[in-house]
């Protein structure tokens, strides 16, 4: 376990709960040399992004498989990445070896992958939902999608920030990163892998008050006047059924039921669910996932579950 800021400091100290055999360790502070390649065959990097780059360089170079949890290589564009981070790509080289790390989407890509960019939370509660519905012959029109998430406040991080303190975020909401948040480079990118067309969407995520869990909402015209095509919430669950249906971590709502955040969180799943709105010609999707599990460090361990050989559900039910 590595730390800049808290090396030497013991691991209990700001993770409780910990088995006895983790009991003991302490965060050290180890730089991006092959000293540190030596050390393991598998590296989760939890760094920010432009300072996960340095080390994925270092460790690939010494044949080290590598999930970074950070953003420096979810898009494969470095134009894209400069647009949303402002700043070049600290690692071009890498970006033709990377692999997203959404096993529902990049499942036999991920057996062999030995660079995975592990995906953000609100990527991953907008993308598995639409993925489905904009696969050709798709029944929607990509460019009317429109995605609200709301977010517990781990999702900014642990640290110390006016906005995130309990006085401001309590009994508070607030809209951010509007209009253009970072995370819609790598959505972006996804759907438009899926859709085999390029795919802009409007985004807007909340803060909330809790402290883990997200909740989101996504709307999209469909591609036909209902009247004369009628879809219907059983066409809509069946869709996504069919996609999701035989997978360990996607729970999907049959009509009537809908994602809530207390049912997810602490875990690896995801539910999600689907409703016609035919007033308006429009599909509406809803997922639940926790941003911490799901969102971010399970799905990364699930990930790399597959890319190592193992079952992919080890170590997370």
């Known amino acids: 376990m590595t730390s800049r800021q808290n090396a030497g400091e013991p691991l209990s100290q700001f993770i409780h709960g910990l088995p006895p055999e983790l009991g003991g360790l ?7 040399d092959f000293a540190l390649a030596e050390q393991a065959d598998l590296f989760f990097l939890a760094v920010p992004h432009g300072t996960a780059a340095p080390y994925a360089v270092v460790l690939r170079e010494a044949g080290k498989m590598v ?3 950070s953003a420096d290589f ?3 564009d470095p134009t894209v990445y400069r647009e949303f981070y402002g700043q070049d790509h600290p690692a071009p080289s890498l970006l033709s070896e990377v692999v997203y790390g959404l096993p529902e ?11 995975i960019a592990a995906p953000g939370c609100f990527p991953t509660s907008i993308i598995l939902p639409l993925a489905p519905f904009l696969r050709q012959p798709s029944p929607i029109k990509p460019y009317s999608i429109v995605a609200t998430s709301l977010s517990g406040v781990s999702g900014a991080g642990r640290k110390l920030e006016t906005r995130l303190l309990f006085g401001e975020i309590t009994d508070n909401m607030y809209a951010y990163g509007v209009p253009k948040h970072r995370h819609l480079g790598e959505i972006e990118q996804e759907l438009s892998l899926a859709a ?3 795919v802009t969407i409007t985004f807007v995520p909340h803060l909330v008050p809790m402290h883990r869990g997200m909740l989101t909402t996504i709307t999209a015209e469909f591609d036909r006047v209902l009247a004369s095509f009628p879809i219907t919430d059983a066409d809509v669950f069946n869709m996504l059924q069919e996609a999701y249906g035989q997978e360990p971590f996607v729970e999907v709502l049959p009509p009537g039921q809908m ?7 602490n875990s690896n799943r995801i ?9 308006k010609n429009r599909l509406m999707l809803f997922s639940s996932l926790d941003n911490l599990g799901k969102g971010n460090a399970s799905q990364a361990i699930q990930a790399a579950n597959l890319a190592s050989g193992l079952d992919e559900k080890l170590g997370l039910e």
Do not use: M, W
Not at 26 to 32: I, N
Not at 106 to 115: I, T
Not at 271 to 279: N, P
């Open 26 to 32: 302490s965060f050290v502070d180890s730089a991006p």
């Open 67 to 69: 999930v970074d949890l």
């Open 74 to 76: 979810r898009t494969t």
């Open 105 to 115: 989407i990049h499942r036999e890509r991920l057996k062999s992958a030995r660079l």
């Open 196 to 198: 085999g067309q390029n």
């Open 259 to 265: 994602p809530e955040v207390r049912h997810v969180v």
């Open 271 to 279: 539910q999600i669910a689907a409703r016609v709105d035919d007033r």
